[in-house]
Nanobody, 114 residues
Framework: EFVESGGGLVQPGESLRLSCTVS????????LGWYRQTPGQQRDLVAF???????NYADSAKGRFTISRGDLKNTVYLEMNSLKPEDTAVYYC??????????WGPGTQVSVSS
């Protein structure tokens, strides 16, 4: 399962650090990523990190977000800086770039508002 944490309500320009722990599924040779979804929209891949720790970012995340993995490879983090109202969404982690469809966790809500 994927268990996300670290979301919250922040003001524009502030930062958040999301964490996700993976247990019981897959293997640690797969890439891990962060996806986000707003109501009525599709779930989009924001950033992912390969099994060799190479990060990849969507254009919306470049320069502001940093993805990293824990030492045991079963944890992934997303450091989000300079947050904008349009970053408001539920954030999920999953394998990436190909997620495990039936394994989505509850996600963590990120709200950016003044």
């Amino acid at each position: 399962e994927f268990v996300e944490s670290g979301g919250g309500l922040v003001q524009p320009g502030e930062s958040l650090r999301l964490s996700c722990t993976v247990s019981g599924i897959g293997d640690h040779t797969l890439g891990l990523g962060w996806y986000r979804q707003t109501p009525g929209q599709q779930r989009d891949l924001v950033a992912f990190i390969t099994n060799t720790d190479r990060p990849n970012y969507a254009d919306s995340a470049k320069g502001r977000f940093t993805i990293s993995r824990g030492d045991l490879k079963n944890t992934v983090y997303l450091e989000m800086n300079s947050l904008k109202p349009e970053d408001t969404a539920v954030y999920y982690c999953n394998f990436a770039p190909s997620p495990l469809i039936n394994a989505w966790g509850p996600g963590t809500q990120v709200s950016v508002s003044s």
